[in-house]
């Protein structure tokens, strides 16, 4: 597929603002140049939203985030 996806890292995350969502499943797709967008799908009953953001690798290594996502286990490995 043209994504990646790691769920045994773990899709849960609480944050105390928003509704209590149980798994945010991330995606992860490679734009090229060192440049990747994130996505993470949203549901809460019958609502469904998408979170998308995007990562660039700097040329001494550090990650620049723009709209960082929820920060589940998934998707920090994926990062």
Not at 58 to 75: A, R
């Amino acid at each position: 597929p043209p994504y990646t996806t790691a769920p045994e890292y773990g899709q849960t995350y609480f944050p105390p603002i928003t509704p209590p969502i149980a798994h945010r499943a991330t995606f992860r797709y490679d734009l090229g140049r060192n440049t990747y967008a994130f996505e993470q799908l949203l549901t809460f009953f019958n609502v469904t939203a998408t979170i998308r953001s995007t990562v660039v690798k700097l040329s001494n290594g550090d990650l620049w985030v723009s709209s960082p996502p929820y920060p589940t286990g998934e998707c920090c490995h994926l990062l």
